[in-house]
């Protein structure tokens, strides 16, 4: 039986600066905002078309959490948004005003760059050849 990942765990601060970033600013879809015991939830978003994997935004719990959010992968890109359209991405995301890490650049597999989220998350923007 066929297996996949479903979803991913991403520290943030607050639910709703989570929100308001991946899909106020990225254009992420909601796929989920389920309210849980106390003041948890349940948010589930991903990139529109995405079929499988999504991003859980967990909401930081406790001070060793809160000490984590950008630093989940230490020092490493932590995140890879794959797309068909590595350009017209580029330039949406330029004009929202994301915080690139460097210039893009072609690689053997692609071309990709840099960026961080307003929670410190570094990710690879990048188009395979």
């Known amino acids: ?7 991913i765990s991403l520290i943030v601060p607050d639910y709703d600066q989570g929100l ?13 905002d389920t309210p849980l015991d106390g003041d948890k ?26 000490e984590v959010i950008g630093e989940q992968a230490g020092d490493r890109v932590f995140l ?3 797309t068909y359209d590595f350009d ?7 004009r929202a005003g994301i915080d690139f890490l460097e210039e893009p650049r072609e690689e053997i597999y692609g071309k990709v760059v840099k960026w961080r989220d307003p929670f410190g998350n570094k990710w690879d ?3 395979r050849y």
């Open 125 to 127: 923007l990048i188009e």
């Open 1 to 7: 039986m066929p297996q996949f990942i479903s979803a």
């Open 88 to 94: 017209s991405d580029f330039a949406i995301m330029q």
């Open 41 to 66: 939830r349940w948010v589930l978003v991903a990139p529109p078309g995405s079929t499988e994997t999504r991003l859980l935004l967990a909401r930081a719990a406790n001070e060793a959490q809160e």
């Open 80 to 82: 890879f948004l794959e």
């Open 20 to 32: 308001e970033f991946y899909i106020g600013l990225m254009g992420f879809e909601l796929i989920e």
